[in-house]
């Protein structure tokens, strides 16, 4: 198996990806401060991360595993197999149901940000806060102390004053970007739904800044250029987050990064299969060609019982989720383009 270091600079473009061991207590505590739900997958990967970055532009794209369990959606309709068998003693015994979707089904589709343009907003307002302040400052009628100041300033002395309103200044830009940043944080609402093109809209309301230029477009993934036979520069295979379903099947989310000589194709997959229940992916890809100034993102949900699949395929190829998903009713589909 090729191995292939943990960043890669190529034709403008900045590559980095971080791949370690499973989350311990502490980092699982952290992970789930913030999260609508406290029971967390059983394999999750809290570390793992991957990003890249558009040098010229400062468009700036990652994945991480926190934010993929913000977008879990808050309920699910799905059920396992023998959930029928137990409704009436569940019933009898009053016990609790789960109150959150166990299955770990995201709306994410990974986080998008430009980085100069929040450079840019943040040296506006720190430009607009200073003008303020100045403008309070001169407002201000000079006291008997000030009046000594200035008057020692005018006569060659040195004004100590002007160093503590540069520094009051910018503790108050500071406080006010900070408090901005948490106040966007705050109005992050998180909005459960099935269908692509709920899934789609939450997914960029929760995780794409408004600095992004992102449309929706007829265009397709360009499959001839990445069906060439190219030299692989860079491969990332990042699982985020893991669950067995108490032995009724698998819920998984990971992240596939290639980098060829002309284009990069990025997969990030979240894979359902409940056992004799369904089996449903829910595949986002960001697809670029070096030639052009534009990603096409693709999203993608595919869904099936597993007894409608048993009738049309009459074999469920299980051990290959490659063809499986491949094989899936597909229930949504839409394509968006970011220009850099």
């Given at each position: ?119 840019s ?36 002395s ?25 106040e ?22 929760m ?76 595949d ?34 299980f ?8 094989r ?13």
């Amino acid at each position: 198996k090729q191995s292939f270091p943990a960043k890669l600079e190529y034709n403008g473009w900045i590559f980095k990806a971080n791949e370690t061991h499973i989350s311990g207590s502490e980092e699982l505590k952290s992970i789930s401060d913030g999260l609508t739900f406290k029971s967390l997958p059983e394999m999750v990967f809290g570390s793992n991360n991957a990003s890249l970055m558009h040098s010229e532009s400062g468009l700036c794209l990652s994945f991480n595993t926190k934010s993929a369990l913000l977008g879990c959606d808050k309920s699910t309709s799905i059920k396992v197999k023998v959930a029928k068998k137990w409704a009436a003693k569940i019933e009898r015994l009053k016990l609790k149901t789960l109150d959150y979707d166990w299955t770990y089904t995201t709306s994410y589709l990974g986080n998008l940000s430009n980085l100069k343009s929040v450079s840019s907003d943040e040296e506006k307002q720190s430009g607009v806060l200073k003008g303020k302040k100045e403008e309070k400052e001169k407002e201000k009628p000079e006291s008997s102390d000030d009046k000594k100041e200035n008057a020692a300033g005018r006569s060659g002395s040195p004004n100590i004053a002007v160093g503590t309103a540069q520094n009051e200044t910018k503790t108050l830009v500071s406080h006010q970007i900070d408090k901005k940043r948490d106040e966007k944080e705050k109005s992050v609402k998180i909005i459960s739904g099935i269908s692509g093109e709920k899934w789609v809209s939450t997914g960029d309301s929760m995780f794409t800044s408004k600095n992004v230029n992102i449309a929706q477009t007829i265009e397709k993934i360009d499959m001839a250029m990445l069906m060439r036979h190219e030299k692989l520069l860079w491969f990332k295979d990042i699982t985020l987050y893991m669950d067995e379903l108490a032995d009724n099947g698998v819920s998984k989310l990971d992240v596939k990064i290639r980098v060829m000589p002309s284009c990069f194709l990025i997969r990030m997959r979240y894979y359902l299969r409940v056992d004799d229940v369904l089996i449903r992916s829910r595949d986002v890809r960001y697809f670029h060609d070096f030639k052009k100034n534009f990603l096409i993102r693709e999203c993608q949900q595919r869904e099936d019982s597993v007894k409608d699949l048993k009738a049309r395929l009459g074999f469920i190829p299980f051990s290959n989720i490659e063809v499986l998903v491949r094989r899936l009713s597909v229930k949504d589909t839409s394509r968006h383009k970011l220009e850099l």
